[in-house]
């Protein structure tokens, strides 16, 4: 079992920054894909970043590509998104993801990860 916390989230002005990370337990993190969603009120959850388990390859959503940056410490079990020029369309909560399946790409697909955090609100204000 992984358990997952996300952590970083607020509320900032358009334009600005904020890192959020996702701290995950247990000892096989290295072995996981993570990736990032997001949902919106009213909105269904999207995708947003992945990194995978070996090579650290990235994978970016269109829309966020080249502002956001997705990596991780498997020293420290946490993988990160760094967003950037934030936009008031990037506010919704985000959910950090892990997927065990050992695949060698990391998946768009919200259902190909196993495991979840309880997210994180993001606010970006106009």
């Known amino acids: 079992q992984v358990q997952l916390v996300e952590s970083g989230g607020g509320l900032v002005q358009a334009g600005g920054s904020l890192r959020l990370s996702c701290a995950a337990s247990?000892?096989?993190?290295?072995?996981?894909?993570m990736g990032w969603f997001r949902q919106a009120p009213g909105k269904e959850r999207e995708f947003v970043a992945a990194?995978?388990?070996?090579?650290?390859?990235?994978y970016y959503a269109d829309s966020v590509k080249v502002r956001f940056t997705i990596s991780r410490d498997n020293a420290k079990n946490t993988v990160y998104l760094q967003m950037n020029s934030l936009k008031p369309e990037d506010t919704a909560v985000y959910y950090c993801?892990?997927?065990?399946?050992?695949?060698?790409?990391?998946?768009?697909?919200?259902?190909?990860?196993?495991?979840w955090g309880q997210g994180t609100q993001v606010t970006v204000s106009s």
């Open positions: 990194i995978s388990w070996i090579g650290g390859r990235t």
């Open positions: 993801a892990a997927d065990s399946r050992l695949s060698v790409v990391a998946s768009r697909d919200e259902y190909e990860y196993d495991y």
């Open positions: 247990g000892r096989t993190f290295r072995s996981y894909a």
